[in-house]
């Protein structure tokens, strides 16, 4: 660790001098400075994308101004300082040109049990138009009928993987359900070979990119029913014996239970943690509101996101598109309920 900080060090300062001495910077230079990287620490694999945003030299892209924004009409930055996506507000050209290189490899999970099985072809086809085209991608579909997942034609570098999970009886245990799997997911099978995970609700299609831009250490996507409101509006768990309490006046955004991700090791913290109080709650014979959508809300209270997505990237498919949404990219099926749940 001591070994990646002092190498990450001098190459900063190795580019800082560069900096200095020339503002024509040479190919010559920069071949010197990652050769004498590479040369005094030959065993290093630094397989942090967050921090290092390496663009090919002589990328083309139009100049950024300061005081001029791309978007005016919504929020592009949260207090706490991370970027809020939306249409505009990035270029993928760039954002793409940094991740194609690190040869990221990203996962995505998706709950099919009892009739969501329905849902499965749109979403696994919608995919593969649009989530992270061009990337690895392994989709993780977790079902309790694995004969029932459509085979669906990938491109190279992308697959699906089935995983058979028991049938519950009610839908409020099956969704909530999902964190302690993925948390499993992550730590049987994800470690050490899959940079990013996002999970996903079923009963959705992507309509649009999501792609690069979604990447970030913890990332929530601000749920679309809400994001007009003031926060006493906001369907948290609001009695103080459940562990997934907001009180009054608390609450940056209502977030979505139905898409979540980041970093491998964020999206496990977030899991596990939200499964523990889950459990607990249930223990004192507590359900949360919005079962696991309630205790991420307070997670995410607590542990703001680095990223926060716009609702352009969970729509329902029911709602009249609102004018600042200029791109959607995933929605939410028109469903009936009472048809395709095994409760009400
Ligand atoms: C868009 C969005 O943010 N949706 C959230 C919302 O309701 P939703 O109405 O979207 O919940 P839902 O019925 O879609 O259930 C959530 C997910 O659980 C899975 N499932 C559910 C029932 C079933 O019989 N079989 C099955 O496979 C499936 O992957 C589904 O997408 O609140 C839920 C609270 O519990 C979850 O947090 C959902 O993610
Ligand atoms: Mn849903």
């Known amino acids: 660790m001591v070994f990646v900080c002092l190498c990450y060090f001098r190459f900063v300062v190795a580019f800082k001098h560069e900096d200095k001495t020339s503002a024509?910077?040479?190919?010559?230079?920069?071949?010197?400075?990652?050769?004498?990287?590479?040369?005094?620490?030959p065993a290093i694999n630094i397989r942090s994308h967050e921090f290092s945003l390496v663009v090919p030299d002589h990328l083309k892209y139009n100049q950024p101004h300061l005081t001029e924004d791309s978007r005016t009409d919504v929020m592009t930055v949260t207090p706490w300082l991370a970027p809020v996506v939306w249409e505009g507000t990035f270029n993928q050209d760039v954002l793409d040109s940094i991740y194609k290189p690190k040869n990221i490899s990203i996962a995505a999970t998706v709950f099919a049990v009892g009739k969501y099985t329905m849902f499965l072809k749109n979403f696994l086809e919608t995919a593969e138009q649009h989530f992270f085209v061009g990337f690895r991608v392994h989709m993780h579909v977790?079902?309790?009928?694995?004969?029932?997942?459509?085979?669906?034609?990938?491109?190279?570098?992308?697959?699906v993987m089935v995983h058979k999970v028991p049938s519950l009886n009610?839908?409020?245990?099956?969704?909530?359900?999902?964190?302690?799997?993925?948390?499993?997911?992550?730590?049987?099978?994800?470690?050490?070979?899959?940079?990013?995970i996002f999970c996903l609700d079923v009963d959705s299609k992507f309509h649009g990119r999501w792609g690069t831009e979604s990447l970030g250490g913890l990332v929530a996507v601000v749920h679309p029913g809400y994001y007009r409101d003031d926060r006493s509006r906001f369907p948290y768990e609001r009695r103080p014996q459940s562990r997934a309490y907001v009180a009054p006046g608390e609450g940056d955004f209502y977030y979505c239970g139905g898409a979540y991700g980041g970093l491998l090791q964020e999206v496990h913290q977030l899991t596990k943690t939200c499964n523990l109080?889950?459990?607990?709650?249930?223990?004192?014979?507590?359900?949360?509101?919005?079962?696991?959508?309630?205790?991420?809300?307070?997670?995410?209270?607590?542990?703001?996101?680095?990223?926060?997505?716009?609702?352009e990237y969970l729509w329902q498919d029911f709602k009249p598109k609102n004018p600042e949404i200029h791109l959607l990219r995933f929605s939410g099926v028109i469903k009936n309920y009472a048809d395709i749940r095994p409760n009400v």
């Open 24 to 41: 024509d910077s040479s190919a010559a230079s920069d071949s010197t400075t990652a050769t004498n990287c590479v040369k005094e620490s």
């Open 170 to 196: 009610r839908w409020q245990e099956i969704s909530a359900r999902r964190m302690k799997q993925i948390q499993d997911l992550i730590e049987e099978k994800l470690r050490g070979n899959t940079d990013y």
């Open 142 to 159: 977790f079902t309790d009928q694995p004969n029932e997942v459509p085979k669906v034609k990938m491109a190279a570098g992308r697959q």
């Open 277 to 311: 109080n889950f459990e607990a709650d249930a223990k004192d014979g507590i359900e949360a509101a919005w079962q696991e959508e309630s205790h991420l809300n307070r997670y995410m209270w607590i542990n703001k996101p680095s990223k926060v997505l716009s609702p």
